[in-house]
């Protein structure tokens, strides 16, 4: 049964799904033809409940991201059989056509805006009503990879559609080219939405693109986002704060270790505050980490867990303490995008107590 053409990109890159199509729960999808628009093409069929395999001879480094996080299955082109899939999907062909700059920008035009949208940890779902509004009304499109990518959707099919996310430790785009994009998109009249993972102001350098915006004199405004330092712990049943537990919670980067001198975080001060501390990009940093809090006097019997994927259909988690956490992430294969909780609110919600039989 090939569901050929339920669910189809149409030239402009939007999905189309036909009269009828009800969703997908269990059904196979097979992406062929895998380029640069994998990602968004594989995330659109994980909303719709498909499974998700690529048929690929030569996966790249996105085809083996998506691979190594479990949310899609390789196969080799001679071995994808049609037949035994439920929709075959050609992976969309390329970005929306470029915008005829020259035509758009003259000495009146008014600069239209650039909206910072924080699009939630990953899934649609976690998208405010305001983002989803601001996606609607997009003329430009300037999008991470961290970000929701089934909701590029909710932008209309005419809208200029550019991703400029990273790979760990892979291909990015540096933040003044982005920067460029936002500002020139913007002063040709156009309303740019700038979507990203969780909130824009949360190592989201939201702040560095609204300098960028206001000192070209383009309007700038937020749309706050679900952050992923209390979304993702919560989606694994780990409060940040609990009563009588912590007083509180506090967010570090872990994207250098504690022995690099750019990291300047007060360890010892973190160590001693009683807080929840939740760390973000700290999947290879995680075991430098727990040592130097250690160090500091944090107990190693600490509860740690470690989330990856959260809101995704590959989300899975790893509990331990400070001083086991970052081997059993390792063990289990984690990595980016995950958060690290430590703090005694992890397990809080596991000690269910149930009243008399
Ligand atoms: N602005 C974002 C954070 C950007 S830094 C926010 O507010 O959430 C990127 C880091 O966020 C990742 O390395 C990871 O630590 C975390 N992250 C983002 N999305 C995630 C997800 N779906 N699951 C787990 N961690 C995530």
Known sequence: MTHDGALTSGPDGRWLPLPGWRGADGLRALVTHPGPLVSETVHALLERGLEVSVATDTPDAEVRDLAGRGLVTVVPTTGAELDQVDLVV???????????????????TPPGEVVLVGGGPGSTGLLTLDGAEALRTADVVVYDRLAPLGALDLAPASAERVPVGKIPRGEFTPQEVINEV??????????????????SFVFGRGGEEWLACAAAGVPVRVVPGVTSAVAVPGLAGIPVTHRDVTPGFVVVSGHVGPDDPRNTVDWAALAASGLTIVVLMGVSTLGSIARRLVEHGLPGTTPAAVVADGAMPSQRSVRGDLLTIAAAADEAGICAPAVAVIGRTVGVLDQVETGPA
């Open 90 to 108: 050609r992976d969309r062909a390329g970005l929306a056509p470029e915008e005829t700059a020259a035509s758009l920008t003259t000495a009146s």
């Open 182 to 199: 936002l500002v020139s998109r913007s002063l040709q009249g156009r309303r740019v939405v700038r979507l990203k993972g969780g909130d």
